[in-house]
């Protein structure tokens, strides 16, 4: 992935890049075999690569709401992409959904920052199935924690649905190798061979299952394992899987370099900018 592109969508797609410091796979599939659905995934990289940003949103609707909705998140990634913390960017995200939530939608996300330099994750979470991370030196998975509440204010609610809201931003330290699974409601909502919503605990006991040694593998590998517990599983809603793997490798000198030039050529060549399909 170049540096100062924003790539992503609401179309299904099975892709991967590199960045330095991170390895990204991002597989998308829209609901009923449509070219577009209600899941919005986007992924960026900074104009030296030391950040790389993705989000997952998950809007209740499909058709012209939610490829304005796209559109409308593609420019919020556009305007944040350099920056480090991402309070502003969650911020005008709640803000951007208000008119989602007029029109009848609605929506819940989730926004994390890799930066490579520290290899630390900062993560919001606007009322979105919570992520698991593998420690490689703990040799086993576990939800990334979220901060907590420090008073009874309203936080990491969906959405759009009032400003009068905090969203906390979690961050994690992590090593090389450690893997970060962000997924759509697809997955919790999915059923045991009981008929029982796995929820996030049932994913969870589904990735401890799973051979963690060749990442490729791990999101087809993850997805036949919930289709196997029932015909009707994953095929009920939009889908959407990203994992992140922790790497050794860090930003270029060249791409350090030439990152003034880049930021100058923003405002005025908007060429640069990248929004891919494929």
Not at 176 to 190: I, K, R
Not at 225 to 230: D, F, G, Q, Y
Request: hydrophobic share 40%; net charge neutral.
């Amino acid at each position: 992935m170049q540096c100062m592109e924003v790539w992503g969508g609401n179309r299904g797609t099975n892709k991967s890049f590199e960045m330095p410091g991170l390895r990204t796979w991002v597989y998308s599939r829209p609901y009923s075999e449509d070219k577009s659905g209600g899941d919005v995934y986007y992924v960026s990289s900074c104009a030296s690569g030391r950040i790389t940003r993705i989000l997952l949103a998950d809007v209740m609707g499909h058709g012209t709401l939610a490829a304005d909705t796209a559109r409308g998140l593609r420019d919020l990634m556009r305007e944040n992409i350099n920056r480090i913390r991402q309070t502003s960017l969650v911020h005008a995200l709640n803000q951007q959904f208000s008119d989602v939530t007029r029109q009848g939608g609605f929506a819940t996300a989730l926004v994390g920052t890799f930066f490579a330099p520290r290899r630390s994750l900062a993560l919001c979470n606007a009322g979105h199935p919570q992520p698991l991370v593998y420690h490689v030196a703990k040799a086993q998975w576990a939800p990334l924690l979220r901060r907590r509440a420090e008073n009874a204010k309203l936080v990491d609610m969906p959405l759009g649905i009032t400003d009068e809201v905090d969203y906390l931003i979690s961050e994690t330290q992590l090593d090389q190798g450690d893997l970060v699974l962000a997924f759509s409601d697809a997955l919790p909502e999915a059923s045991d061979e009981r008929g029982k919503m796995l929820g996030s605990d049932g994913i969870l006991g589904l990735v401890q299952q799973l051979d963690v040694s060749n990442p490729d593998q791990l999101i087809p590998d993850l997805l036949a394992a919930i289709a196997r517990l029932s015909p009707e599983n994953l095929a009920q809603d939009d889908l959407t899987i990203i994992l992140l793997q922790v790497t050794g490798s860090r930003p270029r000198m060249k791409d350090n370099l030439l990152a003034p030039f880049r930021l100058f050529g923003k405002a005025t060549d908007q060429t640069q900018w990248v929004e891919q399909r494929r």
